[in-house]
């Protein structure tokens, strides 16, 4: 399979000295057979099915799991092989799949259990791992990190004729895009005239006719006059069908962003920043299909905080945003290296000409670029630390708080670029996402036009289809814990037919069995729906301001336990629309470019959902076609 020959790709420098005793298990170490063992692994139960001999674990197969594809599966292939080939249960764990490892490891060591194995004993015997010597790598443009930016920068350059090398610190590629929703915002007027209006979108529109120019920076003035013309010949037409084009994406972009930080100052998106990402969103998806044959659901969907129904997603973002690139990049001049990390950027006479890195064995690794370095390396909303350090917005942060983030989201490339004089802007801005899972923080996926969010006594509280830190604050307000509640089967999250209640959902077939499962009072709760409902059939909403409907909140009834948790750091390196990094005299590094989550400036205070996606691949484009031209 294509992925399998991926992950060999990744791992193929991975240089690995064994030492230590590799003998056999004495005789009859197992009761021969083949037995089942299961441990709960990062989304779910992992099932694994372990055959014996007298003296030996033989084969291992993975029964079941839930784990993200690429994220977790490459752990059951190489895991797997490693405790055969010796005998043991003390190997490493792959790279930012670290929970899933030692899931796996332990579902492996309950059918050790059952076979009559020694599990301390084959857990004690671990496997030395020595550095060795320096590798030295040259290439046109050497790429920091392999997530969708990366792979992005990775796509453009060597389309452009370039030698590329990627590094990423992870097992395999993917980074935090991985375990995103991989919405797209895309302004496809196409696909929105096939897209039936939600309930209340005539009314949203008219409250764009009523803003004024002065309301906006004046290089806006154009935009908003442009997008006022839309709307008055789609309100004169056919409105059952929705609405959109680029300049309503971009006027939304600049109000999300625009946020008053705890010091009182403000800040804003620029103009030519949400110009790039939201005019060229649409043209970067079709380039991605076109070059690499990226596949697209072609229904829009609308993910929290999204303020509008334009998003796309990829048919498998495994396959679409990772394998087929990197199957294009290997294909077409470039090396991609994994459990590879960036340490130090390399400058001579003024300019980056490449990166010093460290295997996972400690071997060092030296990486020479022609032409350029691109940092792709993600934000830092899996470093708590820093993100307190820096923290200009939010009142309160729980120092127990959570992340829907890969642990490796550390802020690294950040770091590495302020060693030469990198600027940072927009630091202070942290995004919480409202709807991470109450014990995990992971994200729990959705959208706000066909929910109620209530707190633990039944009572709405904000408009379920506002901006993520405006839900995330009232959420905040109200004690941190809140249900998100809504009609079984009404969106995939989850599916009417693989729906299963647990300690953070909850089904019912009635308000009075829903308010008992959750603890709150039953009448206060139909109350509630009975009143959002009226809402609804009104396509208005007196209490909250909300504007987009699709359905009521009618039986079955499924309610998910939610608490906001780290998500997506605003701040970042300073960049230009070019991609290039600038430093604190306001001068372009020379040889230094940034995309992604690394970089500051393009979201401003809070990211509206789903323009992550078009950032990463928008961004990483013009990186890596620059950086191939060394311009």
Not at 98 to 120: D, M, P, Q, R, Y
Not at 133 to 157: F, L, N
Request: glycine share 10%.
């Amino acid at each position: 399979m294509k992925h399998k020959k991926l992950v060999a790709l990744c791992l193929a420098l991975l240089l690995v000295t064994l030492v230590g005793c590799q003998s056999k298990p004495t005789a009859k170490a197992y009761t021969p057979g083949t037995y089942e063992g299961e441990a709960p692994g990062h989304n779910g139960p992992i099932k694994v099915s372990v055959t014996f001999d007298e003296n030996a674990i033989k084969e291992i197969k993975v029964v079941a799991h839930e784990e993200t594809e690429g994220v977790g599966t490459p752990v059951f292939d190489r895991l797997a092989e490693e405790i055969v080939e010796q005998q043991s249960l003390g190997v490493d764990a792959l790279t930012g799949a670290t929970l899933t490892s030692h899931s796996f490891i332990n579902a492996v060591a309950a059918c050790v259990e059952k076979a009559g194995g020694n599990v301390e004993e084959l857990k004690a015997k671990t496997v030395e791992k020595k550095p060795g010597e320096k590798i030295e790598k040259t290439a046109d443009v050497v790429i920091v990190g392999g997530g969708g930016a990366g792979m992005a920068a990775g796509i453009s350059a060597v389309q452009s004729g370039a030698s590329v090398i990627i590094i990423e610190k992870n097992a395999t590629i993917g980074g935090n895009t991985l375990v995103s929703g991989c919405a797209w915002n895309a302004a496809n007027p196409e696909l929105a005239t096939q897209t039936p209006a939600a309930v209340g979108l005539e009314n949203k529109l008219k409250s764009f006719l009523e803003m004024k120019e002065s309301d906006l920076p004046p290089e806006f003035g154009p935009t908003l006059k442009k997008l006022k013309e839309q709307i008055q010949t789609y309100l004169a037409g056919d409105t059952s069908k929705m609405f959109d084009s680029p300049e309503l994406h971009m006027i939304q972009t600049y109000f999300a962003g625009k946020r008053q930080a705890l010091d009182g100052t403000t800040i804003e998106g620029k103009f030519e920043f949400i110009e790039v990402l939201c005019q060229k969103s649409l043209e970067t998806q079709k380039w991605l299909s076109e070059t690499v044959g990226t596949e697209f659901t072609n229904e829009l969907s609308e993910p929290i905080g999204s303020l509008w129904k334009r998003s796309n997603t990829p048919k498998s973002k495994w396959v679409d945003f990772f394998v087929k690139p990197a199957d294009y990049i290997t294909q077409n001049g470039g090396e991609i290296i994994c459990e590879v990390t960036g340490q130090e950027l390399i400058e001579e006479n003024g300019k980056v000409v490449g990166v010093k890195a460290v295997m996972k064995d400690g071997t060092p690794m030296e990486l020479r670029a022609n032409k350029g370095v691109v940092l792709a390396t993600g934000g830092f909303a899996a470093n708590k630390e820093m993100v307190m350090e820096y923290n200009n917005y939010w009142p309160e942060i729980d120092p127990n708080i959570l992340t829907t983030n890969r642990t490796g989201a550390r802020g690294e490339g950040i770091q590495m670029a302020q060693k030469v004089d990198a600027d940072l802007t927009g630091m202070g801005f942290t995004q919480l996402m409202p709807i991470g899972w109450a014990h995990t923080g992971l994200l729990a996926y959705g959208g706000g036009s066909n929910v109620m969010y209530i707190t633990p006594e039944g009572k709405r509280f904000v408009n379920e289809y506002a901006e993520r830190d405006v839900i995330s604050k009232a959420a905040i307000d109200n004690g941190w814990i809140f249900y998100e509640l809504k009609t079984l089967g009404s969106d995939p999250f989850p599916p009417a037919d693989n729906a299963t209640e647990s300690s953070v959902v909850f089904i019912a077939d009635t308000l009075d069995e829903m308010a008992e499962k959750i603890g709150c009072d039953a009448a206060t709760l139909k109350a509630e729906v009975e009143k959002y409902n009226s809402y609804v059939e009104k396509g208005s909403d007196p209490d909250f301001g909300k504007t987009s409907f699709t359905h009521k909140i009618e039986a079955p009834y499924v309610a998910r336990k939610m608490k906001p948790s780290l998500h997506h750091t605003m701040g970042g390196l300073l960049i230009d629309t070019d991609c290039h990094v600038i430093d604190k005299s306001g001068k372009k590094i020379d040889g230094l470019y940034a995309a992604g989550e690394v970089t500051g400036g393009i979201h401003a205070g809070n990211r509206v959902g789903g323009n992550a996606i078009a950032d990463i691949f928008v961004f990483g484009r013009i990186a890596g076609a620059n950086a191939a031209a060394g311009k």
